[in-house]
């Protein structure tokens, strides 16, 4: 089976909760895109770090992020951790297939 990219997933996204397609869809690819664009080095990034690099909100980036997870945008690993044990959560985003 051929690995899909973003855009093959983005052609025909479905985004949950109250969203006007007509409205909405552009807005929500571009943060997609954006936090997909940064997140693929594999770095670990907490949201207000991601936010700063992408100008998306928080609560957007940390939707998206879970966005990445679902088949239909790649089934991307999101890993998750406490930076330094205690501090704020960070993420870091580990491409299907390695």
């Known amino acids: 089976m051929t ?3 973003l ?7 479905r985004f949950e909760g109250s ?8 807005r929500l690819c571009g943060q997609i895109r954006r936090i997909y664009d940064l ?3 594999g ?4 949201l207000s770090e991601i936010e700063e690099s992408t100008g998306d909100p928080q609560a957007s980036i940390s939707s ?4 990445l997870r679902k088949y239909r945008f ?3 690993n999101i890993e998750k951790q406490r930076r330094d044990g205690s501090g704020p ?10």
């Not at 855009?7 to 996204?13: E, G, K, S, V």
């Not at 770095?43 to 907490?46: E, G, I, L």
């Open 64 to 67: 998206q992020l879970r966005h």
């Open 89 to 98: 959560w960070e993420y870091r985003l580990e491409k299907r297939g390695g």
């Open 3 to 5: 690995q899909l990219t």
């Open 7 to 13: 855009n093959d997933y983005l052609r025909t996204a």
């Open 43 to 46: 770095c670990w990034r907490s």
């Open 74 to 76: 790649g089934a991307n």
């Open 39 to 41: 997140m693929k080095d």
């Open 19 to 26: 969203v006007d397609a007509r409205i909405d869809f552009d």
